[in-house]
Each structure stands twice: as C-alpha cells, then as structure tokens.
C-alpha cells in the first residue's frame, strides 16, 4: 500500500478528529504473537486517505487473553464451610473459565446535570408538543400524501412516450408512492406477496397483483419458459401477511421438472388445490384453508423432525429411519463408545454410580384421546421414529396380557387399585405412559406408550424395556416409579416369560428399584427404606419426579390432542416431546453449573457434620453402625434377610394416639386399686390445659384482627370468647391444688 492515497476532492473541508483503522500485519515468526499497527484515517467528503504507520506492536498470547477448552473448577473441602473467611464461593468456582487481565480501574466523578423535561416526562412532552403532528402524518397516509402526481414516476423517468396513471401503491414498500399498473408489476416480480392499493379517487381500495397482471413464473430465473403450463386459476397462498390469489406457470419446456418440485423449489408448499364452489348462503365469502393449512402443518413438522434428526443426509433417505432415531438423545446417559471411557467397566465400586443409568417412569391421564377418525385415515407419519414406542408391536403385546390382574398390597397408593376402573368410554386413550432420564430430565427415545385402560403392568413393562434397547452394555439400572414397590415384585419373572423378543434386551440387567420422594411417604413404612432415594448409595439429592416436571408443561396438550385423529395426535406429542428434550439440552450447561456449585457446598457440610457425630460417639459404636449399613446396601433385594438398621417403629406420635395411651395406663392403675382423685382423671387434666393454650392462641389473634373501627357485631363476638375463655380459666384452676399443688397461688 503506497504512503497515501490521492484525494478525489481536495477542496472540501478537512474533517476533525481523525479515525483510527486497524489493519492486519502479515509477519513471519511466532504464531503465539499478536501485532497490530495504528494507521490514521481522513475523510473528506465521499473519499478517505489512509496514513500507513510505522509502529508495529507486538503482543504475546499470554498477556492478551487465556481461553480454556473445557471447565476445570477447583474442589476444595473448605468451601462454605466458614461463611466468615473473606472468600467468594461462586467466584472461586467460576475462576478458571475465563481470565484476563485487566488495569487498575480509574474511577471518574462524572458531573451530575439536571433531568430534561423530555427524560422525565417523556409522554407529557409528547402530547403537548407532537400529538397533533403525529396524527396529521397519519391521516396523510390514508391519502396520496406527497405523491399527487397524475403520471407515474417510473414512466416519465424512463422517458416512455405514454407514460401510465399514477394510481397504485404498496403498502409493505418502503417508498409509498404511486405508480401505474406495469410498473407496479415489474416493481414486484421479486416480491410477489405485497399488498396493493388502489386510488379510487377518493380512498384507497385493496387490489391484489394477479388482477395487476403479474404472473409467477416458475423453474426459470428472469427468463421467459417456451411452453408455460397455466396453473389452477383459483389458487389461494397463505402468506404471512394473509391469504393471496396468485396467478402461477409451471415451466413445460424441456427442462421441467414435476410441478410439486417447482413449487418447493420457489419455498412454496403445496397443500392442497380443491377449492369450494359455492357458497350456499349467497356471501362472498373467502374460500376456507384452514384444512389444508393444518394438514401442512403436520407435514411441515414431520419434515422438521427428520432434517433435523439427519435423515436428509442419509443415503437411505427417510425409509432408512429406525426407531427412536429421531429423538433427542440424552447426553448424560451413559454410552459406551460415545461418552465412556475405554476402562469403565473396570472401575472400582465407590465410583460404579458415575455409569449406571438412572430412569424415571410415571403415567399421565390428561392425554386422552376420543374415537375421533381411525389409524387408516390417520396412520401418522413417523410413528416409532421418534418417542411414541411403534404401535402395532406394543398394542399386540398389551393386548396378550388384557386379563392379567395387578394386585397391590400397598397401603396408601390407588394406581393399581383403579387401573381396571379408569373412565375410557368413548376413548381411544385414556393416557400416555413415559420413561424419562433421572439426571438430565430427557424424555428417553420410543420411550412413551399410550394407555388403553388405565396405569396397568403390560403398558408400563412395554415402555420401559423398549427405552432400554438402546443401553444394552449398561449393566446396572436404576428406575423409579412411584409404585416401585408393587411393580418391582415380579419383574425378572415377567420379563423372561412374558416380555416379546423386540425388548429381551433387559433380561441379564441389574435393577435397583426406588420410589419418587415426593410419593415416597404415601406408601407403607413397613420395610420401605429400600426403595428410599435417601439411603440409595450414589443417587445424591436426586429426587426423580421428573415424570412430574414434564407432565406439568404437557397437560394444555390435552384440550387439542384428544379431538385429533390418532396418527396426527402422534406426530403432534412427538414434536412437543422433542421440543422439551431440545430446551433441556441447551440448558444443560448452565443446570450443572448450579448443581455444582450447591454440590460442593453441600458436600462439604455433610462430610463436617458426619466427622463431628462420629466423634461424639464411641468407636466400637461407629464400627458397628457403619457394619450394619454396609451389610444391608450390599443384600439384594428384597433384603429380608438383614436387619434394616434406617427402621423406625414411628415418627411421630398423634394426639389421639398419646390420649389413647393415657386412657390406658388409668384403666390398668385403677383395675389395680389405685384411687381417683377427681372425676376429671389426670389425662383430662392434661388435654385440659392443652386445650387452654389453644384458646388462648386464637383469642389472641381474633383480638389482634379487630381493630379500634370494628363494627359492633366484631366487638361482641370478640368479648363473648374473651367471656367463654375466663371461665374455662376459673374451673382449670380449681384443679391445680389438686394435680399441681405446688403452683398454687403463683
């Protein structure tokens, strides 16, 4: 580049305040090395003259900015553990992701000015002083505005010797000027979808450009095809600004290519052609595509669904796709091969949890679906390709087991005692089974079942083996489902005698069943700690109510998917499923980066709190608790044969359960000859002041309710429980001398 550049305009004023470029600096050398130069720019005018400056600065990698490909934070034991210390916990965390180095930072007094009226009430000013104006352009809209010209611009600046009546405009155009009819044309050939207008004289009228005379051309850039084929002439487009009458040629010369090709190629889709031809109520009315545009709808997702799951790609195409394969797979799900290590199999035991996979199953009966159409008008368009399991090989399999009955022993849950009763007349579907990851909250490929009858075994099974094929060098499983308890019992034995060949794949697996917490504490206490998440060696603070979370987001799909046909109600489940496993996925980063930051304070805590008990202990004590727990996390289930050293014989005790027990105790005391001192025993003496207390609480608080304005009525109620209160008091006290003597008279 020479020195400088010669000016075009040297006359005109030299503007102040030259620019800085910074170009790039080819240097030989060390690749870690940044260098730049600082070159001043001068404008005049329309031109620039560009300085080249001799300085060349160099500034290595090192010092300019530190990147990282993966984040690797500090662990450390004394995290949150003194709040005191001075040291930021998240910041400690987060360091390591990014550093830079930065100056010390000049802090600048900036010199404080008075607020405009315009930045405190920007609304008044506007009203005073632009409302009317505002108005006046609007309403000059409405009209020709500036452009009253009888002859069309366009004509007269191509000097046309008849130039045209300047009479239309377009309204999504930048420029709203008027224009003549060829003009207009030959303006829009590129933007065919514009609305026009038409001056009558004294308003504007809606034209469209087909009236106009234009006509979309297709497979032909800007030539003209030799054999054009007229298309149908009352086709409508749905535009995003509306519903448009097009006037459309397919190309019919010896490049053309089928008409449905043309039209996709042009980013039309073609839906449907039939049109109505009457209209028996004798209106006008525009013809109605509300069919047509949900049946595109459907077919737009599908497509979605499989460019983004790289069927397009493929050799084999779409028929080429298997099951499951165009669902969002879980990244956290461990995979041998894809996110594993080459020795996982060889871990040692504290470290088996990082590989086993954790599921989570429940069902949901919002999702109904009504005998509305029948799977041979509406078979769907990819069933099994993505979430819903295949239907012809589910539905005969939970038909084989039709008369099996799912008994259940367990107290408090009514899942199984209600799965033959659920109301499905006149339904399809009475619901939708699911197995979702415990770890990532992903909803697993073919991995939902729809329900014919309630929440029965046959639907369940079904759904979780088929989300299993997909693991089948993972070991070691652990599922939840809030009637683990009941559906667990029997599960290898249905598995090896009742399970179809399509989902053997579980048969040699290990399970560790485990209830929800949240549904937990309705089941029986009797033996339940085993399939408590609390004492599950390796599942942390997991509470698995996935199920729970993705149910919530879902149940609005009900009100539309229970009117739909089966195979569109299908297509639509799969695109909201895959739309939840696609949020779950971009937030992933940022979910773990929580979870670990409240990891590691939580850890720590713990592991202190643990250190300080065990110390407070004796040590052959410790020795045999930490024993009697290794013992029973190592029995297989059911663990009958191990003292189960997490069982508490009650919680808590009710009030009833303590009066009961009081009862109890005078019966056996007077049945012994003991005397009573009063006929209020000692237990109606205790409940007695319990009650007192009580009272007292909501006299008080009915006091501090009404206030000093308090109606009448207020007071009076107020002054009768006060008056009820006393008494009770009065005859409480004459029982004192003779349960509690010694608290007489204080």
């Not at 850039?221 to 448009?244: Q, R």
């Not at 954790?358 to 919002?366: E, G, S």
């Not at 029948?374 to 368009?381: H, I, R, T």
Request: charged share 25%; with cysteine.
């Amino acid at each position: 580049m020479p020195p400088s550049v010669p000016l075009l305009h040297p006359a005109k004023r030299v503007r102040l305040n030259p620019g800085i470029r910074r170009d790039a600096v080819v240097m030989p050398g060390d690749g870690s090395a940044v260098r730049e130069r600082e070159t001043p720019l001068k404008r005049i005018g329309g031109s620039q003259t560009l300085f080249q400056g001799p300085a060349i600065r160099s500034m290595p990698l090192e010092s300019t900015w530190k990147t990282l490909q993966s984040w690797e934070p500090i662990d450390s034991s004394d995290f949150a553990l003194d709040p005191s210390n001075g040291e930021w916990y998240e910041e400690a965390l987060d360091q390591g992701v990014m550093e830079e180095p930065r100056g010390p930072v000049v802090q600048v007094q900036r010199k404080k000015y008075a607020r405009s009226k315009v930045a405190k009430r920007p609304h008044v000013v506007w009203k005073e002083r632009h409302r009317q104006t505002y108005l006046e352009e609007q309403m000059q809209l409405e009209g020709q505005g500036d452009f009253t010209s009888e002859k069309c611009p366009d004509c007269l600046a191509r000097r046309h010797a008849t130039p045209g009546d300047a009479k239309y405009r377009c309204v999504e155009c930048f420029l709203p000027d008027l224009v003549c009819s060829t003009c207009c044309v030959k303006r829009h050939r590129s933007n065919p979808f514009h609305r026009i207008e038409e001056w009558d004289g004294s308003h504007f009228v809606d034209i469209s450009l087909k009236s106009l005379g234009l006509t979309i051309q297709l497979n032909h850039g800007n030539s003209i095809c030799d054999n054009p084929v007229v298309a149908h002439k009352n086709m409508l487009l749905l535009h995003v600004n509306g519903v448009h009458e097009v006037s459309i040629q397919y190309c019919g010369c010896g490049r053309s290519i089928p008409q449905h090709h043309q039209l996709l190629r042009r980013c039309l889709y073609p839906s449907s052609q039939i049109t109505k031809l009457t209209v028996n109520n004798g209106v006008d009315l525009p013809k109605s595509r509300y069919k047509a545009l949900m049946r595109m709808s459907l077919q737009w997702r599908h497509l979605k669904l499989l460019k983004r799951g790289g069927r397009g790609n493929e050799p084999s195409g779409v028929a080429g796709t298997a099951d499951g394969e165009l669902a969002i797979m879980c990244p956290t799900c461990p995979r041998p091969n894809v996110n594993l290590p080459e020795d996982w199999e060889k871990v040692s035991p504290a470290l088996r949890f990082l590989y086993v996979l954790v599921l989570c199953m429940d069902a949901n009966f919002r999702l109904k679906n009504q005998m509305v159409s029948s799977y041979s008008q509406d078979p769907g368009l990819g069933t099994g390709w993505a979430y819903l399991v295949p239907r012809v090989p589910y539905e005969k399999y939970v038909l084989s087991r039709a008369k099996d009955s799912d008994i259940s022993t367990c107290v408090g849950f009514q899942a199984l005692a209600k799965a033959n009763t659920k109301f499905s007349k006149g339904l399809r579907y009475t619901g939708v089974s699911l197995v979702a990851c415990g770890r990532s909250e992903m909803i697993m490929p073919i991995g939902v079942g729809n329900l014919q009858k309630g929440e029965r075994y046959a639907n369940m099974d079904y759904t979780f083996g088929s989300s299993l094929l997909q693991f089948a060098l993972i070991p070691l499983i652990l599922i939840s489902y809030d009637i683990c308890c009941q559906w667990y019992i029997n599960l290898y034995a249905r598995i090896n005698k009742d399970w179809p060949s399509e989902i053997q794949s579980a048969s040699k697996k290990k399970f560790i069943p485990a209830i929800p917490k949240m549904h937990e504490p309705a089941h029986g206490k009797d033996n339940h700690q085993m399939y408590s998440l609390n004492y599950i060696p390796g599942v942390g603070q997991s509470d698995l109510e996935a199920p729970e979370r993705i149910w919530s987001p879902h149940n609005a799909l009900g009100n539309s998917t229970k009117t739909q046909g089966p195979g569109s109600r299908h297509d639509v489940l799969d695109d909201h499923f895959n739309f939840w496993n696609y949020q779950k996925y971009m937030s992933l980063g940022r979910s773990l980066a929580t979870r670990y930051k409240a990891a590691v304070a939580e850890r720590n805590i713990q592991v202190e709190g643990h250190r300080g008990l065990s110390n407070t202990v004796q040590p052959e004590q410790v020795i045999k608790w930490e024993k009697a727990c290794k013992e029973w996390e190592d029995a297989p289930f059911p663990k009958t044969g191990v003292k189960n050293p997490y069982h508490v014989a009650s919680l808590v005790l009710t009030e009833t359960q303590v009066r009961a027990q009081l009862h109890l105790e005078e019966e056996a005391k007077l049945k012994e000859g003991g005397e009573s001192l009063h006929a209020t025993t000692p237990s109606a003496f205790i409940m007695h002041g319990l009650d007192l207390e009580d009272a007292q609480r909501r006299v008080r608080h009915l006091a501090h309710d009404v206030s000093t304005g308090a109606t009448t009525r207020q007071s009076a109620g107020l002054s009768e429980q006060r008056n009820l209160l006393r008494s009770r008091i009065r005859s409480y006290e004459q029982l004192l001398p003779i349960y509690m003597p010694g608290l007489r008279g204080k």
